[in-house]
């Protein structure tokens, strides 16, 4: 009987610890947010250098596997130029498909 009690318990006690723990915390202060702000600024910077740099990387083998292909006489395609859709025009832009 004591368990039953005890479990009942349970999600009530973990239900009022996690109110507990989020009332806890304070805003940030101004220092704070200027510093996740600048964070966050310096986290996109590398970000936009480490996709530079892939694209780059990408541009080469790209390049070196159609030098080598013209060199053995296979047929290739000239490169598709692909332009990034925007992240929220993506969903709208591709067709959805029919259920029948």
Known sequence: MRHKVFLTWIPLLLVASSLAANAALLPP???QAAAAVEKKAQADA???QAQIA???SMEDVTRRW???????SLKVYPPV???P???????AA???????
Not at 66 to 72: D, E, F
């Open 94 to 100: 591709l067709p959805m498909p029919v259920k029948r």
């Open 66 to 72: 159609r030098y080598n292909a013209t060199m053995r």
């Open 29 to 31: 202060t101004p220092s």
């Open 85 to 91: 859709l925007p992240i929220a025009a993506a969903p």
């Open 54 to 56: 892939l694209t780059v």
């Open 81 to 83: 130029a692909l332009t």
């Open 46 to 48: 590398d970000a936009k």
